[in-house]
Antibody
């Protein structure tokens, strides 16, 4: 079955760039029926959608992160990535990668597979 | 953005007792297909979130039938008919109608 695993530094200094990668195993990223998303959860708070990318590189993201976020996908390596520039303490969170799968009967997407999450702390 | 509001913030329930929680959206989640684009996720401590209910009322594969979702438009409810110890965690509603996808603040269930 599909597995996702986040990787990257657990500590990033303020004003620097947060870079995370999600490696997908047990399935292909190129099936076309999925989006590949990032969701984060600040300590003690709820879930926040960060952004989404298709296998072809079409991306959507939270407007609150507009000028700071870049997402990319590399289907040959079966991974997708998140890059967030000029981080502050407000970006401290557990970051989850997840697959958003198309329900082909209802033509709606839902999160069916998640990584374990990686805690990223922004601190000097 | 669609704002999702969940109530209550927390619930303490005795095993075997029912539980109910609400989710309200700032705009209708009813799609032209007739489906409400509202999903419920359970985030258990130390685990990743898992899908419980899809499109307002459809239980996800493997989800026990003690979980049920209802509602339409802007008002939705998740009910647990008989709470079990394994149901502890935070429950989130999420609108899937448009991006940015938005989650409610969560309802934390304790036993």
């Amino acid at each position: 079955h599909l597995q996702l695993q986040e990787s990257g530094p657990g500590l990033v200094k303020p004003s620097e760039t947060l870079s995370l990668t999600c490696t997908v195993s047990g399935g292909s990223m190129s099936s076309g029926d999925s989006y590949w998303d990032w969701i984060r959860q600040p300590p003690g708070k709820g879930l926040e959608w960060v952004g989404s990318t298709s296998y072809s590189g079409i991306t959507f993201h939270s407007p609150s992160l507009d000028s700071r976020i870049t997402m990319s996908v590399d289907t040959s390596k079966n991974h997708f990535s998140l890059r967030l520039t000029s981080v502050t303490a407000a970006d401290t969170a557990a970051y989850y990668c997840a697959r958003r799968l198309l329900d082909s009967q209802q033509l709606a997407y839902f999160f069916d597979s998640w990584g374990q999450g990686i805690l990223v702390t922004v601190s000097s | 953005d669609v704002v999702m509001t969940q109530t209550p913030l927390s619930l303490t329930v005795a095993p075997g007792e029912p539980a109910s929680m609400s989710c309200r959206s700032s705009q209708s989640l009813l799609h032209g297909s007739g489906n409400n684009y509202l999903d419920w996720y359970l985030h258990k401590p130390g685990q990743s979130p898992q899908l419980l209910i899809h499109l307002g009322s459809n239980r996800a594969s493997g989800v026990p039938d003690r979980f049920s979702g209802s509602g339409s438009g802007t008002n939705f409810t998740l009910q647990i008919s008989r709470v079990e110890a394994e149901d502890v965690g935070s429950y989130y509603c999420m609108q899937a109608l448009e991006t940015p996808l938005t989650f409610g603040g969560g309802t934390k269930v304790a036993i």
